[in-house]
Each structure stands twice: as structure tokens, then as C-alpha cells.
């Protein structure tokens, strides 16, 4: 299965400021995905990264806030704009390979 | 919108015991995966199952994809304390559909 490296790991933010966070896959893909992860909660998707064209987020997210980009096959960003302390969650790539999808080790915001 | 459901939210068993986790949905999914999650990581696939009826083995851990394709489960034999961590469901409907989730159970492992 593909091998994600996600950057960064964790960080602490201010409110107000934003974020981004890469992913890079060692491999072409063809399905790319960010989710989010809310303190001790299930994950939820925010959008379907796409080669080339805009993502297609998921009912509640939207492009201001959650702006990502997707220049070739193994590499994406997601940007947490205008963070509060509502946004402080893991937010993971993912991506769909042969075995299923297979995700990164995520990136833990602190907004305070 | 779809939804799997997983519970309880949290098992405790002795080490060595086998423990079982299902997961239901009140839609058909085509594929059935199972993840595990540690502190401080992603998910990590365990199984994936594509087939109504089939069962899959990976070491100590089974699972199977219901006939209905409407709940699968998950069993892990002889658990040991490294079993620890959140077991997540997932599903999804075709090959290039998104994954739904289930919320996860919690695992803990008694020494």
C-alpha cells in the first residue's frame, strides 16, 4: 500500500491565523482525501482532493475555510483558515490505493 | 446519509480472551473495512472484505462480511496488550465512493 508522509505532526496555533498542512504520497494516486478527527470522535471527511480541478467538499465544509490544493498525482495541502478553538481536532490525508485507503499518521492542531 | 453503528464504546477484557466487535448499517455497502487506531496515529488498515459471506483472516484477527451486506464483524483471538487502541468500521458503496465510518470502540486489554 501507498506511504504517506504527512507534515506538520502537531502544532499550536493562535486564533486567527491559518494553517496548512501537506501530504505527500510516495506513489501516484488517483483519490485523495482529508479528514478530520474531533477529540475522541470518529472521522469525518471534509473533501475529496482532485488533480487539477477543485475539491469537492462535504456538507458543512466549505473552500473559504478549508481551502486545498492538489497540483499532481502524490502531493496535496489542506489550509485551516481563520482557526478557533472549535478547529482544534487531527486532520489526516488519505488516499485510495489497491488494499482500500490508506491514511497518514495526521496532524494535531492546537488552536488557542 | 449512511451511518455505521459500533458499540458498545468501549470494551474491557483480560488478556488472552477473544473479543468480538460488530458493525451494522441500515444501507448495502460494497466493501467492509476494519481499522485500528494508536495515540498519535492514523488509522491502519487490518482487513478489507469485498464480498457478501466472506471471511478473512489476518493472524489472530477474523472478520466477515455479512450475507445482507449489511453488518460485518471483527474477532481478535488470544488478545494481547499491544490489541489496545480505537477498532473503527468502514464502509462504502462502489469503488470510487467515499468511506463512511463507524464512531469506534475503544479497547482496553487487562495484563
Known amino acids: 500500500s501507498a506511504v504517506i508522509s504527512q507534515k506538520p505532526s502537531r502544532d499550536i496555533c493562535q486564533r486567527g491565523t491559518s494553517l496548512t498542512i501537506q501530504c505527500q504520497v510516495d506513489?501516484?494516486?488517483?483519490?485523495m482525501f482529508w479528514y478530520r478527527q474531533q477529540p475522541g470522535q470518529s472521522l469525518t471527511l471534509i473533501a475529496t482532493?482532485?488533480?487539477?480541478?477543485?475539491?469537492?467538499?462535504e456538507s458543512g465544509f466549505v473552500i473559504d475555510k478549508f481551502p486545498i490544493s492538489r497540483p499532481n498525482l502524490t502531493f496535496s495541502t489542506l489550509t485551516v483558515s481563520n482557526m478557533s478553538p472549535e478547529d482544534s481536532s487531527i486532520y489526516l490525508c488519505?488516499?485510495?490505493?489497491?488494499?482500500?485507503?490508506?491514511f497518514g499518521s495526521g496532524t494535531r492542531l492546537t488552536v488557542v | 446519509g449512511q451511518q455505521l453503528n459500533q458499540s458498545p464504546q468501549s470494551m474491557f477484557i483480560q488478556e488472552g480472551e477473544d473479543v468480538s466487535m460488530n458493525c451494522t448499517s441500515s444501507s448495502i455497502f460494497n466493501t467492509w473495512l476494519w481499522y485500528k487506531q494508536e495515540p498519535g496515529e492514523g488509522p491502519v488498515l487490518l482487513i478489507a472484505l469485498y464480498k457478501a459471506g466472506e471471511l478473512t483472516s489476518n493472524g489472530r484477527l477474523t472478520a466477515q462480511f455479512g450475507i445482507t451486506r449489511k453488518d460485518s464483524f471483527l474477532n481478535i483471538s488470544a488478545s494481547i496488550p499491544s490489541d489496545v487502541g480505537i477498532y473503527f468500521c468502514?464502509?462504502?458503496?462502489?469503488?470510487?465512493?467515499?468511506?463512511?465510518f463507524g464512531k469506534g470502540i475503544t479497547l482496553s486489554v487487562r495484563p
Open positions: 482532493a482532485n488533480q487539477g480541478s477543485e475539491a469537492t467538499y
Open positions: 506513489s501516484q494516486v488517483t483519490m
Open positions: 468502514a464502509g462504502r458503496t462502489g469503488a470510487n465512493s467515499k468511506l463512511t
Open positions: 488519505s488516499v485510495g490505493d489497491g488494499a482500500g485507503y490508506t
